[in-house]
């Protein structure tokens, strides 16, 4: 815009030609001039559902990224967003504090599994990975333990797309382009058991094996150079990867045996997604790190945190070095001030009790999808699941490239935003359809999202 340029307003904007949206970067997107000329343009959200700029209604079934835990259009957080920016629009956390900072601090302290007591404020859920990282290696360098810097994640699984969040991302495709990256990470097989090849008959024998290919990595690198493992508790790529009970605590067992840390990556996970404020609480482990974003503040305002064991803390209070770690952002008050909102929201409301008594019947609604010759098996748990496709089920035979991106990318994706349902078609790993709605959504949303599913997913088949 020139200076004598007249302001245009986001309504203008939305109704004018097209030319006037040509500025717009979008992200994961491809610029041949396709992703342009098809991009919805979304202009309203209200509870569980989205709004284009013609007035046609979406549900949205993956809550805008994982995020919006409370349903679109909830005026209390534009309330707390405003009170906030008419007392303290912004103040960093650089040396000072600020009252939502210290508040939020508290209260996520108080809700946390174990003796995690600190929490560091970021902007976001990569941001988290990284600080998480950088704290892992001056932890051990403040412990006497300056070789310990080596981080072990899970194949196919995504930990963010800043340099040091994507060396952890265990997704080749998105690392290639940015190599070479940070040096000293390390991958371990995730828990697919669909797709086991290891005790593919033993549930509890493959949580084991899975578990201890972990111990193999810290091993294979030594002990005295690997800082932290980082997990989520369902993973996410690859289509709602549930770990086999005992997973999880034979893992504790490993990093405890070998002084590694266990940082929990919950960017998706916390804050109900899973019907526990922190996703470790629903699989009974105890993690030295949590890093948090997206449901903290329901997407309103941008927002992560670190939740940091007091034993990892204690070097720097008694060495009294700091933390040479920040940013602008981090800590934001408003965004603070929308996340206590927030979180009065999830429990005034008891939406955690409400995904964990609702979790079974979304489940089961999915799962009728099973007769179709195309869904090879429905899986997660809490909001958060997904329908990998086959294109043999006695086989579980996959696609071919080529009928992966026909079936999708091509078809999949828009036909299913077409007939009126957001949601995500992925097949980085396996083919799937993923599911992460928000979490105020009932039988009634989970019905249409497997009635439009099946009539999709019916076309998708002809097509093979």
């Known amino acids: ?63 805008g990224l994982f995020a919006v835990q409370v349903g679109h259009g909830r005026a209390e957080l534009a309330e707390a967003a405003a009170r906030q920016m008419r007392e303290l629009p912004y103040f960093p956390l650089w040396g000072y504090g600020h009252p939502p900072a210290i508040e939020l601090a508290d209260r996520l302290a108080a809700s946390a599994p174990g003796d995690l007591e600190r929490v560091f404020f970021t902007v976001g859920g990569g941001e988290s990975v990284e600080t998480a990282w950088k704290l892992a ?38 690392k290639a382009p940015f190599e070479p990256l940070v040096p000293s990470t390390q991958r371990v097989p995730n828990t697919n058991f669909y797709r086991a090849t290891e005790h593919a008959d033993d549930y509890a024998a493959y949580a084991l094996w899975a578990a201890d290919r972990i111990e193999e990595a810290i091993l294979f690198e030594g002990p005295e150079t690997v800082a932290a493992v980082f997990l989520e508790p369902v993973q996410n790529t690859g289509g709602c990867f549930v770990p086999p009970p005992g997973y999880f605590q034979r893992v504790r067992e490993i990093c405890d045996r070998h002084d590694v840390l266990l940082v929990s990556d919950e960017v998706i996970c916390a804050f109900g997604r899973l019907g526990t404020p922190f996703g470790a609480q629903r699989f009974g482990y105890q993690p030295d790190m949590i890093t948090t974003a997206k449901g903290l503040t329901s997407g309103y305002a941008p927002l992560g945190a670190v939740l940091i064991s007091d034993r990892l803390a204690e070097p720097f209070h008694r060495t009294e070095t ?32 409400h995904v964990r008594t609702n979790e079974d019947r979304f489940r089961t609604t999915l799962e009728k999808l099973t007769d179709l010759p195309i869904v090879g098996e429905v899986r997660g748990t809490g909001y958060f699941w997904a329908v990998e ?28 935003f077409a007939h009126g349902l957001y949601c995500r078609a992925d097949d980085r790993a396996e083919p ?18 497997e009635q439009i599913l099946r009539e999709t997913l019916t076309g998708a088949w002809k097509l093979l």
Request: proline share 6%; glycine share 8%; net charge neutral.
């Open 137 to 174: 290696r001056q932890y051990f360098k403040l412990s006497g333990q300056p070789t310990k810097h080596k981080v072990i994640s899970r194949s196919m699984a995504y930990h963010g797309t800043s340099l040091g969040a994507l060396s952890i991302t265990g997704i080749p495709g998105a």
């Open 322 to 353: 700091p933390f040479m770690h920040g940013s602008t952002y981090g800590g934001h008050p408003v965004s603070c001030a929308v996340a206590l909102a927030n979180l009065d929201i999830l429990e005034g409301e008891n939406l955690y009790e």
């Open 1 to 63: 815009m020139t200076a004598t340029a007249e302001p245009r307003s986001f309504a203008a904007a939305a109704a004018a030609p097209r030319v006037l949206r040509d500025h717009l970067w979008m992200h994961f997107a491809t610029h041949n001039g396709r992703d342009e000329a098809d991009a919805p343009l979304i202009v309203r959200g209200e509870g569980a559902y989205l709004f284009d700029d013609k007035g046609k209604r979406y549900l949205d079934g993956l809550a």
């Open 389 to 416: 496709l086959v294109k043999d089920k006695s086989t579980k035979e996959r696609f071919t490239p080529e009928e992966s991106t026909r079936i999708l990318r091509e078809y999949l994706s828009k036909q299913l």
């Open 432 to 449: 799937v359809i993923q599911f992460a709605p928000p979490l105020i959504c009932d039988r009634t949303h989970f019905e249409e999202i």
